[in-house]
């Protein structure tokens, strides 16, 4: 069990510093889609190992997912596992997908990646909310903050999977996520002591 939480924290706590990782180096990303590839390639140590250290942490929250799923016999869990294993199918898709391939070929690879991280959000953030909704692990007004972020979050990815709104809409409320990470990192530690 503790290495589960250990997994689940800590993978919780490292993918927001992944997450500031990347939009710091974004933010100096020209905005051209061809322009933007071209970046990427040219920086592409440092993209090649964001994503595989993400790919990483994203695993060890998967892991620990599915062990408190199996553990605790929580449908929440499962939930929120399988929402982990799908988002994991975008690293590949990025890291072989962007690396010296033509414009239309990266297109192409960032197109399913969004897809599929969209999708396994909706799916992940789910059980997220159902798993805060159900437990009391966290004080009260911790567990309304999980709920509302995770909620939140996964209207947005919902209504963006229905191309409602657009994705760049939808990662307006990235920091929801970023919260939400966070007071998960934090759950991981709480539960089952």
């Known amino acids: ?55 990483l942490f994203m695993t060890m929250i998967a892991i620990g997912a599915f062990y ?23 690293y590949p898709i990025m890291i072989g997908g962007y690396h010296n391939t033509p414009l239309e070929i990266a297109e192409m690879a960032n197109k399913m990646a969004i897809l599929i991280f969209v999708f396994g959000n909706i799916v992940f953030l789910s059980g997220a909310f159902h798993l805060y909704y159900n437990d009391s692990a966290v004080s009260k007004w911790l567990k309304y903050i999980a709920m509302a972020c995770s909620g939140i979050a996964a209207i947005a990815f919902l209504l963006s999977f229905s191309d409602i709104i657009t994705w760049k809409q939808a990662m307006m409320i990235a920091p929801l996520v970023n919260i939400l990470y966070l007071i998960n990192a934090y759950y991981g530690l709480k539960i089952i002591k």
């Open 1 to 55: 069990m503790k290495t589960a939480k250990v997994l689940w924290s800590l993978g919780s706590l490292l993918l927001n510093v992944t997450i500031a990782i990347y939009i710091s180096v974004m933010s100096k990303a020209p905005s051209g889609a061809e322009e933007r590839y071209a970046y990427i390639n040219d920086n592409w140590g440092i993209f090649s190992a964001h994503w595989k250290a993400e790919f």
């Open 68 to 90: 408190f799923a199996i553990k605790l016999k929580k449908v929440s869990w499962a939930i929120i596992a399988v929402g982990q294993i799908i988002a994991l199918l975008i």
